[in-house]
């Protein structure tokens, strides 16, 4: 099982990434997936989800309106468009796949927002 994060990197206050997670070893269309992040110091927070089928997501309070998450079960592959970039939106971004049975996770990626 893998779960490979991409596309973080440094970017300006209010500038756009887009991360990307691609998943391998499971059947990706049986599972939720979610994106949560950890800032220094801080807990690991839940950022975004999105179910099965793609047709509900969640967000938390800070990001509504700036990220979206999205799926392409054919690709096996997530993601998470990061508009309007704020410097508290540095962290690790983490990939996670849960079923009612299992919880995948990858290994990480950098964002750092910063002038």
């Known amino acids: 099982v893998q779960l490979v994060e991409s596309g973080g990197g440094l970017v300006q206050p209010g500038g756009s990434l887009r991360l990307s997670c691609a998943a391998s070893?499971?059947?990706?269309?049986?599972?939720?997936m979610r994106w949560h992040r950890q800032a220094p110091g801080k807990e690991r927070e839940l950022v975004a989800r999105i179910t099965v089928a793609g047709g509900t997501t969640y967000y938390l309070d800070s990001v509504k309106g700036r990220f979206a998450i999205s799926r392409d079960n054919a690709k096996n592959t997530v993601y998470l468009q990061m508009n309007s970039l704020k410097p508290e939106d540095t962290a690790v971004y983490y990939c996670?796949?849960?079923?009612?049975?299992?919880?995948?996770w990858g290994q990480g990626t950098q964002v750092t927002v910063s002038s």
């Open positions: 996670n796949a849960l079923s009612f049975t299992q919880d995948y």
């Open positions: 070893g499971f059947t990706f269309s049986s599972y939720v």
